[in-house]
T-cell receptor
Framework: DAKTTQPNSMESNEEEPVHLPCNHS???????IHWYRQLPSQGPEYVIH???SNVNNRMASLAIAEDRKSSTLILHRATLRDAAVYYC????????????FGTGTRLKVLA | GAVVSQHPSWVICKSGTSVKIECRSL??????MFWYRQFPKQSLMLMAT?????????EQGVEKDKFLINHASLTLSTLTVTSAHPEDSSFYIC???????????FGSGTRLTVV
């Protein structure tokens, strides 16, 4: 099963862009890359996912490296409400499709 | 769409008693649901996969007799922590999916405190 590596923590100033990296060097050709975030005392919420091409939605953008061994979640203008733990996940697809969470990146947004 | 409701949001129980946590998919059917546990400052740990109409599949190291899972319908899975002890105090979270293309939706979690 492919694993992900993320920095433990990052800081950003409010209203500035944030780039959250994720390494997944053992990714296979069919592995999707999912990003979730978890606010304090809440369950994780979906942010974005992609396979090969860069993806955009109302919350964020996902930039996927050409070799797919890494990806970057981009928050275009961080707000205080974006302070959370961000998880990069490669779902396990052998047998039941499920998520195994890594340590994630704790994002701190400074006012 | 894709709302997962978890109840209760918090519970305090005495050591030795059992506690049931419910996870419902409100606007979709889920043949598979998942249960996670999260200790303070740690990541989510997958406990088990709940399968509608069949036995749950537990991750290595999770006691199936301690954490009873029932998935009796396509919209409801329950986790019962039996004979709870203070070390079972944790944040329990469930998740469900409408299908591969949609990812998983998580419940808001249940904070269990055993005193």
């Amino acid at each position: 099963d492919a694993k992900t590596t993320q920095p433990n923590s990052m800081e950003s100033n409010e209203e500035e862009p944030v780039h959250l990296p994720c390494n997944h060097s053992t990714i296979s050709g069919t592995d999707y890359i999912h990003w979730y975030r978890q606010l304090p005392s809440q369950g994780p919420e979906y942010v974005i996912h992609g396979l090969t091409s860069n993806v955009n939605n109302r919350m964020a953008s996902l930039a996927i490296a050409e070799d797919r061994k890494s990806s970057t979640l981009i928050l275009h203008r961080a707000t205080l409400r974006d302070a959370a733990v961000y998880y990069c996940i490669l779902p396990i697809t052998s047998g039941t499709y499920k998520y195994i969470f890594g340590t994630g990146t704790r994002l701190k947004v400074l006012a | 769409g894709a709302v997962v409701s978890q109840h209760p949001s918090w519970v305090i129980c005495k050591s030795g008693t059992s506690v049931k946590i419910e996870c419902r998919s409100l606007d979709f059917q889920a043949t598979t649901m998942f249960w996670y546990r999260q200790f303070p400052k740690q990541s989510l740990m997958l406990m088990a996969t709940s399968n509608e109409g069949s036995k749950a599949t537990y991750e290595q190291g999770v006691e199936k007799d301690k954490f009873l899972i029932n998935h009796a319908s396509l919209t409801l899975s329950t986790l019962t922590v039996t004979s709870a002890h203070p070390e079972d105090s944790s944040f329990y979270i469930c998740s469900a999916s409408r299908g591969l293309l949609y990812g998983y939706t998580f419940g808001s979690g249940t904070r269990l405190t055993v005193v």
